[in-house]
């Protein structure tokens, strides 16, 4: 049974930089086009970023310039490094990801980031 387990986040100041990570357990599944959605309190699950397996990436405007979504093949882990924090980006995030080989998509179990000072 495939599992997604993220880990980063915690709570961090406004202008902080933060970075999530997002791996498969089991070195037998290798992760391919991962999103990274949010859900703040009282709103919907958002998308934020996108990145394929042949490395095309994608960011919803709110964090464009401040957050980075990126491969390490080596490590088979999606990293989303934030920097700028601000109040607005307190959310659960959550990592979705295609396993190759296998069908559908998994989900991480989510990660508290709340800002605040």
């Known amino acids: 049974q495939v599992q997604l387990v993220e880990s980063g986040g915690g709570l961090v100041q406004p202008g902080g930089s933060p970075r999530l990570s997002c791996a498969p357990s089991g070195s037998d599944f290798i992760i391919g086009d991962t999103y990274w959605y949010r859900q703040a309190p009282g709103k919907g699950r958002e998308l934020v970023t996108t990145i394929r397996s042949g490395g095309y990436t994608s960011y919803v405007d709110s964090v464009k310039g401040r957050f980075t979504i990126s491969r390490d093949n080596a490590k088979n882990t999606i990293y989303l490094q934030m920097n700028n924090l601000k109040p607005e980006d307190t959310a659960v995030y959550y990592c979705?990801?295609?396993?190759?080989?296998?069908?559908?998509?998994?989900w991480g179990q989510g990660t508290q980031v709340t800002v605040s000072s």
């Open positions: 979705n990801a295609r396993i190759m080989r296998m069908p559908g998509s998994y």
